[in-house]
C-alpha cells in the first residue's frame, strides 16, 4: 500500500514571495505518477502539476514547480510570486501506473496567501 | 457538459435515513471514481467504475455504501441507513482513458456535502 505524508498542516506566505509545501511518500511501485492538487472553498480538485517518476526533470507549471526526489521519496512545490488566489487547501497525491488505479492523497496544507 | 457535475450540492440526513448522491460525468469518459473527504482531510477512495462495470470497490466502507452506473455514464452513491460517521464531502472524478496519470487527467466534481444529524 502507498502513502502520502504532508507534514505541514498550515503555511502562509506574503503576497509575491516564495512558499514551499513539503511531501513524502512510500510506495514499493517503480512506476507511477506525483500530483498537486489544489482545493478552494468551492471544493473542486483542480490539478496543478505532475510528475512521471521515470521522468528526472522537474515539472513546472508557469509559477509552479516541484523538487522531485525519487530516492528520498520526496515530492515538494514551490509557488513563486504568490497571488492571494493561490490561497487554497494543498493536496499531495500518487497514483500508479496503471488501468484504474485511485489516487492516494496526503493530509493537506492549508496556504493562506497575505496582502 | 463542461465538467463533472455532482447534486445536490448539499445534503442534510437524519441518522438512519437513506440518501442518493448523483454524478454526471464529463460526455464519453469511461472511469468515473467516487472518493469520501471527512472535515479536514484528504479524499479517499471508495470505488471505481470502467463504463457500466464496477471495477474496484475495496474503499466502500460498509455494505451501508452501494454505487451503480447502469449505462457508463451517470453514477449513484446511495448510502442506507446513514449514521453519523458517515458525513462528509463525497467527490466524484472522471476520466477520458482507463489509465490515470499524465495522459487521462482525473476532472472532479465540486462534490456533495452531507451531514447526518
Known amino acids: 500500500a502507498q502513502t502520502v505524508t504532508q507534514s505541514q498542516p498550515e503555511m502562509s506566505v506574503q503576497e509575491a514571495e516564495t512558499v514551499t509545501l513539503s511531501c513524502t511518500y512510500d510506495?514499493?511501485?517503480?512506476?507511477?505518477?506525483l500530483f498537486w492538487y489544489k482545493q478552494p472553498p468551492s471544493r473542486q480538485m483542480i490539478l496543478v502539476i505532475r510528475q512521471e517518476a521515470y521522468k528526472q526533470q522537474n515539472a513546472t507549471e508557469n509559477r509552479f514547480s516541484v523538487n522531485f526526489q525519487k530516492a528520498a521519496k520526496s515530492f515538494s512545490l514551490k509557488i513563486s510570486d504568490s497571488q492571494l488566489g493561490d490561497t487554497a487547501m494543498y493536496f499531495c497525491?500518487?497514483?500508479?501506473?496503471?488501468?484504474?488505479?485511485?489516487?492516494?492523497f496526503g493530509e493537506g496544507t492549508q496556504l493562506t496567501v497575505n496582502p | 457538459g463542461a465538467g463533472v457535475s455532482q447534486s445536490p450540492r448539499y445534503k442534510v440526513a437524519k441518522r438512519g435515513q437513506d440518501v442518493a448522491l448523483r454524478c454526471d460525468p464529463i460526455?464519453?469518459?469511461?472511469?468515473l471514481f467516487w472518493y469520501q473527504q471527512a472535515l479536514g482531510q484528504g479524499p479517499e477512495f471508495l470505488t471505481y467504475?470502467?463504463?457500466?462495470?464496477?471495477?474496484?470497490k475495496s474503499g466502500l466502507p460498509s455494505d451501508r455504501f452501494f454505487a451503480e452506473r447502469p449505462e457508463g455514464s451517470v453514477s449513484t452513491l446511495k448510502i442506507q441507513r446513514t449514521q453519523q460517521e458517515d458525513s462528509a464531502v463525497y467527490l466524484c472524478?472522471?476520466?477520458?482513458?482507463?489509465?490515470?496519470?499524465?495522459?487521462?487527467?482525473?476532472?472532479f466534481g465540486n462534490g456533495t456535502r452531507l451531514t447526518v444529524t
Open positions: 460526455s464519453g469518459h469511461v472511469s
Open positions: 510506495t514499493s511501485e517503480s512506476n507511477y505518477y
Open positions: 467504475f470502467q463504463n457500466e462495470a464496477q471495477l474496484d
Open positions: 472524478a472522471s476520466s477520458l482513458g482507463i489509465r490515470g496519470g499524465g495522459n487521462s487527467p482525473l476532472h
Open positions: 497525491a500518487f497514483m500508479k501506473q496503471a488501468s484504474g488505479s485511485r489516487l492516494t
